[in-house]
């Protein structure tokens, strides 16, 4: 028996959603794939809400923060990251969402999802040109730092419970490590 599966591209995945297709699930595309979302549990949406709220404060109109909505990646993906930090361009927004070029760094916060945000998402987001990536892994209380993409990989991965940490586009703002993990 051959099993044949459906690859969606953006365009079919936005048609199915405008569509009403997916009005009851949550679902994102990875790599053409439809991938159901793990529900959210209370830890994860505080760590999310804190985590935004917190980055927002620092960066001000520097930046928007964005909390778990979609990005359009050029791989065939359109993921929802917990946490993207984004060119702040307005009214912009409402015609895509943002590009690989428009985001400064991406933050997922995981918990029953760790393997999953450590292995695909990590993989996607290097692919895309995401030049920053940074997993908030509950289940260790630890903060996980990829940077220093090269040739569609990080090449540079950090591990912190504690300390300050700048992201590489805001070389000027010290990011409190034990606020994030707060």
């Known amino acids: 028996m051959t099993l044949a599966t459906y690859k969606w591209t953006i365009a079919n995945y936005h048609q199915a959603i405008e569509a009403g297709l997916f009005v009851d699930e949550a679902v994102e595309l990875l790599r053409g794939n439809l991938v159901v979302m793990a529900p959210e549990r209370e830890p994860h949406a505080y ?30 993906s359109e993921p929802e990251p917990d946490v993207a930090i984004v060119q702040p361009l307005g009214r912009e927004y409402l015609n895509h969402h943002p590009y690989p070029e428009n985001i400064f760094w991406l933050i997922e916060c995981a918990q029953a999802t760790l393997t999953k945000d450590l292995t695909e998402k990590k993989s996607i987001y290097a692919e895309a040109g995401i030049q920053e990536y940074w997993v908030i892994d509950l289940q260790h209380h630890q903060l996980i730092v990829f940077q220093d993409l090269q040739n569609g990989s990080y090449t540079t991965k950090q591990t912190l419970k504690t300390g300050l940490i700048s992201p590489l586009r ?13």
Request: zero cysteines; hydrophobic letters at 40%; aromatic letters at 6%.
């Open 47 to 76: 760590y999310t809400r804190s985590i935004s709220h917190y980055l927002q404060g620092l960066l001000g109109d520097r930046a928007l923060v964005s909390e778990a909505h979609p990005i359009t990646l050029p791989n065939n």
């Open 170 to 182: 805001f070389p000027d703002v010290a990011v409190s490590v034990d606020n994030l993990l707060a």
